[in-house]
């Protein structure tokens, strides 16, 4: 048995540090809200700006959660819960806010007991892992809010080809970091030429590019052409994807939950790794607010048991 350390947090000037954090960790949720109404006109500098007001909201929920006010604690998580049944019903009218608003406060009571647990089971402080706790019980509630609102909700009929073609557009980015050799302005006639890998006279391109086209627009009920573009293709399939859908009387068809499923499959990967992200840049905020004094950490010995064979 050896003596070593354990790290404490605790806040300086605990009603003055403490308001300040719990105002910060409030000032930043709300801000999240207000981004949150202009989603649908997405766009990457408002995503930016949405990812760090959430990442900061995290960041001085992370400090309050290590405090021992449990008075506090349940003050906040009471008053984010409420700002949040205030925002889905006073902007959607949701008859479903109060739930909402209740399954947001139980996940992060569920979160702070865990937090808790992980902190009385550490000799030191792990901002990282402490984050990811809240980020990853945060998105969670993400994950709901979709599965609710695709479920229930959202008319798949509405989504139109402009819609998905604009989308597709605000994404060349991801196409030109993963070098995939085709963005989505790359023509259709382009991509199947390229995958032919032989040297053709132009009559017989032409003809193979019509005869392909011919194929997939039977095959999938689509109307391109040539000059159509990687867009287009994937605007026309997933318009006649959503009309399907829209046409299924029972919400609950199977080819809508197969949908939905994978939405929220491929959501969860996106956040999954933003939480890493957020994460490492999240250990620059807790050295700079340490730096200001908002904390200090005490030492204090404790007995850490080795065994040895």
């Known amino acids: 048995m050896v003596i070593t350390e354990k790290e404490y947090l605790q806040i300086n000037l605990p009603r003055l540090r403490y308001s300040l954090a719990f105002i ?9 809200l207000f981004l949150v109404l202009d989603i649908f006109a997405f766009n990457l500098q408002k995503f930016i700006y949405l990812f760090f007001s959430f ?3 995290l960041i001085f929920l992370t400090i309050i959660f290590y405090s021992d006010y449990l008075a506090l604690i349940l003050a906040l998580i009471f008053t984010l819960s409420g700002s949040l049944f205030l925002f889905i019903f006073y902007k959607f009218s949701n008859e479903l806010a109060a739930y909402l608003a209740l399954i947001y406060a139980i996940l992060l009571l569920a979160a702070y007991f865990i937090f808790k647990n992980f902190e009385r089971n550490s000799l030191k402080i792990n901002w990282f892992y402490s984050f990811r706790i809240l980020w990853n019980f945060s998105t969670l509630f ?3 809010l979709v599965l609710i609102f695709l479920g229930f909700y959202f008319d798949f009929s509405k989504i139109s080809q402009v819609q998905i073609i604009n989308l597709l557009d605000k994404t060349k980015f991801i196409f030109e970091i993963l070098n995939l050799g085709v963005t989505p302005d790359t023509k259709i006639e382009d991509i199947i030429l390229r995958n032919i890998g032989v040297q053709l ?3 017989t391109k032409k003809e193979t590019v019509k005869l392909s086209i011919d194929e997939i627009n039977k095959r999938y ?4 052409k040539p000059e159509s573009t990687l867009k287009e293709v994937i605007a026309q399939y997933l318009k006649n994807q959503t009309n399907m ?3 299924q009387q029972n919400k609950f068809n199977f080819n809508k939950i197969f949908v939905i499923i994978i939405l929220i499959l491929i959501l969860n990967s996106i956040l999954y790794l933003l939480g890493y ?3 490492v840049l999240s250990l620059v905020p807790f050295y700079l607010l340490y730096k200001l004094k908002l ?3 005490e030492k204090e010995p404790a007995y850490k048991e080795k065994i040895k064979f």
């Open 24 to 32: 910060f960790a409030l000032f930043f949720w709300l801000l999240s």
């Open 55 to 57: 990442l900061f909201y």
């Open 142 to 144: 993400i994950l709901i």
């Open 201 to 203: 006279d132009e009559t």
């Open 221 to 224: 009920n689509l109307n391109l």
């Open 245 to 247: 859908l829209a046409n």
């Open 277 to 279: 992200i957020a994460g």
């Open 295 to 297: 904390y200090e950490i």
